[in-house]
């Protein structure tokens, strides 16, 4: 039988159109990677060549797997030629070939999120700035949301965000970025985003490089193309111009990352860029029951922006979508808890496995897995601390990464009193001031230390001198041995195996595990590289691969355990009996996206993924009371339970009845004798009490309203005020309601519905 065979119709008209540019909608749980996979197969078979094709994929993990069932296909010989990988992946490869034409050298390594964040706070503090007003997290998030749209250093301040941080009295992220910058081209090092900027750069300033490219990928193929951003946008168009075939796969209806620069118009104006584009729809859902593919239907359906397909599924009806109200939302997590226990004794599930429990907000788990705990049900939460992250595999890593980048200073901080060497923190901040002042890395200034003034005791610098000649060992001895031997003999000589293996605490021989794993790994993978391609696996290209691995990437393990994760980090997966909990107004969709109808139709695509991640079992849970900011408050369940048919849906003994309009999509309204009811009443009184404390009292001192108290409002509730600004006669406050997000209010107007209940 012929491998088109086994694809449906739409599958097979999308992998047999090779003449021009192509567009697949594909719907979820419509093998798309089947059709990307069997698209490369049906290239090679027609006479392109695996060099000649460019692969672009979602995770490293999903190009691994293609490779392979390519390989089973048609023999690893061709299949191991193909560029297949991510973008930041395939970035990175060209950036290597091309390194003599950028500012960086070639042996740069690659900074990771804890590094980069690292980066700036150091800049932070060397710039004596207040870390409350420019916090680190907000800072890293700026500068990678920047180089997405394509901003340098050098261009911020004549950008829409300079502009915003003006607003915001936050002007100095743009000098922060600009040394930010500088500090990582004298470390010769790029952060994750640069693998992607740095080869727009690249392009832009050498046209013959784009041609090269352009013309050596006769074949682009494209996961997920809905996720990309600005970058990877143009960089997909300059490198399709000479042939124009490019082959793009997504789903409009899954656009949810736009905090990380996702632009859904790349999908939306497809035809546009591409007006001969062919588009190829795939309907047919094989996950879920057509119950739930149903309900996601008719949700979806209340957007404006989207490419309309009719999504379907030939699988069985399968049962009603389990609404589930909860009094509050600890009795929440012990419902979904008790659920689970009910299905695994009944038999309805082959295991824990078979269950997930999705929610918006990593808060959330808090109170789902003291539930699970308190009944003994094992659980796995994702994207949790990666194994690459773990403390004493990143201390070992970031001596690999000095063995081959002396210059790297986030490596050299790191590890240089470690196992300790009597060189204290204080040192450290003198050196690093020293080098951030002369725009030389930590190596360097070290190197240099005798021109400048550095009080720094003899004692100390030969210290650091002495780190230095170990760390220059290492690295003659990589460059003549593979990764695990020059691994091995790093963890030895360093002194780390020595300190893990002294600590017997449980803790400290896990840790001691941990870097006997990481070995393993590294052998196993010099190992594969050595059969695959006759040569040794070097230090350097080892870390290339370790440094792009993600937690998508990493093998979850076949475990026995109920899987906890955030809607976003459930992407691409797919779990029998799924659990959504927290679907009330203002949590999700969350109260800042209510304020603008382009947030809100992302909080409608994030929704649309969560119900299809359901193969089987769908329940939607809310809470009529939630806990926000120590205190609790009423919630009313959210406007995307109402807008599922009400066909699809199980409500329970009270029936959709439960609901009723009003100002919110739903009341807060349910049955008498309620638990719930009796909750709220309490509650509202409590609120009552604030909100109509000071009536038939005299008019409150406008002077006390002041930055750090908290009010509650009339009509946005709660909120705490977090700055108050006087021009001539008029006061303006901001105030940060816990509901609708942070308002602007002329307080002479605004006192009137206000009342001071925390000073």
Known sequence: MSY???????????????????????????????????KIMHLLENGYQPWNILAITFTNKAAREMKERIAQKIGEEKSASLWMGTFHSIFLKILRMEISKTEYKPNFTIYDAEDAKK????????????????????????????????????????????????????????????????????????????LLLQTQILFRNNPDVV???????????????????????????????????????????????????????????????????????????????????????????????QMKKNSFSENETGDKIRVMENAA????????????????????????ADFAILYRTNAQSRILEESLMKRSIPYKIYGGLSFYQRKEVKDLISYLRLAVNGNDDEAFLRVVNYPKRGIGDTTMEKISAISTQNGLSIWNTVAQISQFDSKISPRTLNAVAGFMKLVFSFHNFSLTSNAYQAAMKIASESGILQDLSADKTPEGQSRYENIQELLNGIKAMCEAHKNDSGQELLLAQYLDDVSLMTDADEDKGDFNKVSLLTIHSSKGLEFKNVYLAGVEEGLFPSARSVMSNKDLEEERRLFYVAVTRAQKKLTVSFARMRYKWGQLTPASPSRFIKEIDSRYLDYGIGGESMFQASDHPFSMKRHPNSLTKIAEEKNLKKLSSFRFGNLGKPKTDESLFKEGVE???DKFGRGKIASVNKTGNDTTISVDFMSVGRKNLLLKYAAANMTIIKN
Do not use: W
Request: charged letters at 25%; one cysteine or more.
């Open 4 to 38: 088109l065979d086994e694809l449906n119709e739409p599958q097979r008209a999308a992998v047999e159109y090779i003449d021009g540019p192509a567009l697949v909608i594909a719907g979820a749980g419509s093998g798309k990677t089947r059709v990307l996979t069997y």
């Open 119 to 194: 980066l700036v706070k150091g800049i932070v503090k060397d710039l004596k700035l207040d870390d409350k007003k420019y916090p680190v997290n907000e800072v890293y998030n700026r500068i990678t949301t920047a180089k997405n749209g394509l901003v340098t250093s050098d261009e911020y301040e004549t950008s829409p965000y300079y502009a915003d941080d003006c607003n915001a009295q936050k002007p100095l992220i743009a000098k922060i970025y600009k040394i930010y910058v500088k500090k990582c081209k004298s470390a010769n090092a790029m952060d994750f985003d640069d």
């Open 211 to 305: 041609q090269k490219y352009a013309g050596k990928f006769r074949y682009i193929l494209v996961d997920e193309y809905q996720d990309t951003n600005s970058v990877q946008y143009n960089i997909v168009k300059a490198l399709a111009n000479v042939h124009r075939h490019v082959f793009v796969v997504g789903d409009d209806a899954q656009s949810i990352y736009s905090f990380r620069g996702a632009q859904i118009e790349n999908i939306l104006n497809f035809k546009k860029d591409y007006k001969e584009a062919q588009i190829f729809k795939l309907e047919q859902n094989y996950r879920s029951t057509q119950t739930i593919v149903n309900a996601a239907n008719t949700v979806i359906a209340c957007n404006s922006r």
């Open 329 to 352: 939302d600890n009795e929440e997590g012990f419902n979904i808890a008790a659920d689970i226990l009910k299905k695994i004794s009944d038999g309805q599930a082959d295991g824990y």
């Open 711 to 713: 009010v509650q409002h």
